[in-house]
Every structure is written in C-alpha cells, then in structure tokens.
C-alpha cells in the first residue's frame, strides 16, 4: 500500500491534496463557486500575475530572484498611459513599453550576470526605482479612455469564452515547459541553480542564461502590464503594486526551492490553482484584502520552510533506518 501511495509523498501529491480541500470548501461555503462564470472570473482576476510567474520559476530554479516584476508591470502600464495622453497612438506605446521591458531586464542582468552583485540586492533597488518612475510618469492621476479596441482585448473573450491574455497564459506555458524540462537550455537552468562554479568549469555559458533569464523576466513582466492596462481600462501610478509576493509565493509553495535547483512546472500550475481559489473563495466571502494578503504572506513561510522541514525529516528517518531504530516500510516487527 505504501508504495501504491508513493506518488502522495511528493510535493506534487500534497498539493493536489491540498487543491482538494480547498475547492471542497469553497463550494460548500458559496453556491455560485462552480458556476461558469466564476471559473472564468477565477482565472481573469489574476491571469498578469500568473503569466509572470511562469517565467520566474525558470529565476528561482536557476538560483536568484527578481523582486521588480511587479513594478515592471507597473510602469510598462503608465508609460502606455503616458504616452497615449501625449497623443501617440496606442500600438507604438505598447512597442514602447515592451522595449522598456528589455532594458529593464538587461539593466538587471548586466549587475547580476556581468557584474556578479546579488539579484536580491539588484532587483529590491529596481523594485523601487522602476515603481518611482511609475509615479513620475502619472503623478497621483489616473489615466484611462483608451481605445475600444484595446479595452476590448482585455475585457471581452477572443477565442471562443477566453480572452487574450488566458491564451497567452496557455501558450507561455507550453513554452515553458517545453524550453525547462526538453531543451539543452532548461538544463542550463538547473545545473547553474546547482552549482553555479561547477557549471561554469563545465562549460556553461552562466552570464548569457542569467541575462537571456532577467530579460525575459522582464520582458513578460511588461506584457504582463499591459494586459492590465487593458482588463482595467485605466492606469494608475500604484498599478500592479504589491503582485511580487502572490508571484514569489504560486512560485516556491510549488516545491522550487529557494536555494534554486530544483522545481518542476507542475508544482508550480498546482500552486497557482491552489492560491487563485484560495484568493476566489475569499472574494466571494467578502474577506478584506489586507487579510488576503496575510494568508498569502503565511503561505510564503510555509512554502519555503515546509519542503526543507520535510528533507530534514527524511533524512533523519533514513538515519534511523540504516543504524536499526526503525523497520522499513513493510517489515514486521518481532520477527
């Protein structure tokens, strides 16, 4: 029985059993939960968020952070207000605005990858001055009145009941599995999280991962904004403020540790599911946001204390195991 039920000893295996509980409980606490409408609306809410954590899976795997996602989304968004208030037609602010992406993510790329100062240090300054020129660019007002067509991307469905960016999602995410777990690159990845000097003896080409990594990061990280220019219909200098933490939490409650390394994609699509129904079956209860974002902010804790916690035991029950403490899965006792 033990071994039938291994799968259930993984991260994966909790998490599913944790995604259980939670849709349980949400149905039974709200009747219109599993209606149509709301599964789209579960996704919708937090579709930017989920996109750019697909890309910072492959920044933790390989063993940094990028805390400056969220205000990259944030002023990709106001230089697209900005712009278009000035009068520049809306299709070359959203050039505008994923060009400003690129540099953003090669600014951080070079001090990380080039430079070798910590991605922490590097990506918490750009957190504030990419947030800072947010605020220069809109000030306290909050720019709207595009055009329909570009609301429309973002508030009405384009294929069939998906809208745009849940298309995006859905290809992104194919991408990135493909390119982590099948392509010489997402062993790159892995392998540098590993051990960064032994991959570099080896042969790895660290500063071009690192910096093709941060680009990207950037670069959806603008998209990102933009889609949320779209859904919102109007932009604001705080737009996106604060996304970093539910970003960093789907991304590490999905088994990546933080040490980097290791991590799958299907952790982190489990750990998504579990915190956008964990946010849905709060919104439908009414639940204030400040309390929200303590439950996310626990379960960041969690995520990154829980996996650690359960490798010390493992590794202290095998101990056992070896010196005879304890029998083996299995085995009779006495004989």
Same mark, same amino acid.
């Given at each position: 029985?033990?071994?039938?039920?291994?799968?259930?000893? +993984?991260?994966?295996?909790?998490?599913?059993?944790?995604?259980?509980?939670?849709?349980?409980?949400?149905?039974?606490?709200?009747?219109?939960?599993?209606?149509?409408?709301?599964?789209?609306?579960?996704?919708?809410?937090?579709?930017?968020?989920?996109?750019?954590?697909?890309?910072?899976?492959?920044? =933790?795997?390989?063993?940094?952070?990028?805390?400056?996602?969220?205000?990259?989304?944030?002023?990709?968004?106001?230089?697209?207000?900005?712009?278009?208030?000035?009068?520049?037609?809306?299709?070359?602010?959203?050039?505008?605005?994923?060009?400003?992406?690129? #540099? $953003?993510?090669?600014?951080?790329?070079?001090?990380?990858?080039?430079?070798?100062?910590?991605? #922490?240090?590097?990506?918490?300054?750009?957190?504030?001055?990419?947030?800072?020129?947010?605020?220069?660019?809109?000030?306290? +007002?909050?720019?709207?009145?595009?055009?329909?067509?570009?609301?429309?991307?973002?508030?009405?469905?384009?294929?069939?009941?998906?809208?745009? $960016?849940?298309?995006?999602?859905?290809?992104?995410?194919?991408?990135?599995?493909?390119?982590?777990?099948?392509?010489?690159?997402?062993?790159?990845?892995?392998?540098?999280?590993?051990?960064?000097?032994?991959?570099?003896?080896?042969?790895?080409?660290? +500063?071009?991962?690192?910096?093709?990594?941060?680009?990207?990061?950037?670069?959806?990280?603008? #998209?990102?904004?933009?889609?949320?220019?779209?859904?919102?219909?109007?932009?604001?200098?705080?737009? $996106?403020?604060?996304?970093?933490?539910?970003?960093?939490?789907?991304?590490?409650?999905?088994?990546?540790? =933080?040490?980097?390394?290791?991590?799958?994609?299907?952790?982190?699509?489990?750990?998504?599911?579990?915190?956008?129904?964990?946010?849905?079956?709060?919104?439908?209860?009414?639940?204030?946001?400040?309390?929200?974002?303590?439950?996310?902010?626990?379960?960041? =804790? #969690?995520?990154?204390?829980?996996?650690?916690?359960?490798?010390?035991?493992?590794?202290?029950?095998?101990?056992?195991?070896?010196?005879?403490?304890?029998?083996?899965?299995?085995?009779?006792?006495?004989?």
């Amino acid at each position: 029985m033990l071994r039938r039920l291994e799968w259930l000893r +993984r991260w994966e295996g909790l998490l599913v059993a944790i995604l259980v509980v939670v849709v349980v409980v949400n149905a039974v606490q709200s009747p219109v939960y599993l209606s149509v409408e709301n599964q789209i609306n579960l996704f919708g809410l937090f579709i930017e968020k989920i996109i750019v954590a697909l890309v910072m899976t492959f920044i =933790i795997i390989n063993g940094e952070i990028d805390l400056s996602v969220a205000s990259v989304m944030g002023m990709s968004a106001c230089l697209l207000a900005r712009l278009y208030e000035i009068g520049v037609p809306v299709q070359w602010g959203i050039v505008m605005a994923l060009l400003t992406g690129v #540099l $953003a993510g090669a600014f951080n790329g070079f001090w990380i990858a080039v430079v070798g100062l910590p991605s #922490l240090a590097v990506t918490l300054a750009g957190l504030i001055g990419y947030r800072g020129i947010a605020l220069v660019l809109l000030e306290d +007002r909050s720019i709207g009145y595009f055009p329909d067509w570009f609301n429309a991307l973002g508030q009405k469905p384009l294929v069939g009941p998906f809208p745009l $960016a849940l298309i995006i999602f859905f290809v992104l995410l194919v991408i990135a599995v493909v390119v982590l777990q099948y392509s010489g690159f997402g062993r790159y990845v892995y392998v540098i999280g590993n051990n960064r000097e032994v991959a570099r003896y080896s042969g790895v080409k660290v +500063r071009r991962v690192k910096m093709a990594l941060f680009i990207a990061s950037s670069t959806v990280a603008a #998209l990102a904004g933009l889609l949320i220019a779209a859904r919102l219909g109007a932009v604001r200098g705080s737009t $996106a403020e604060g996304f970093e933490l539910d970003i960093i939490t789907m991304v590490l409650m999905g088994g990546v540790s =933080i040490f980097g390394g290791t991590g799958t994609l299907t952790g982190v699509l489990l750990s998504i599911l579990i915190i956008l129904n964990l946010r849905n079956g709060m919104l439908l209860l009414n639940i204030p946001g400040h309390t929200q974002t303590g439950v996310i902010g626990v379960l960041l =804790i #969690l995520s990154v204390l829980t996996p650690n916690l359960g490798q010390e035991f493992r590794a202290f029950w095998s101990r056992r195991r070896r010196t005879g403490l304890a029998p083996a899965p299995g085995e009779e006792k006495g004989g």
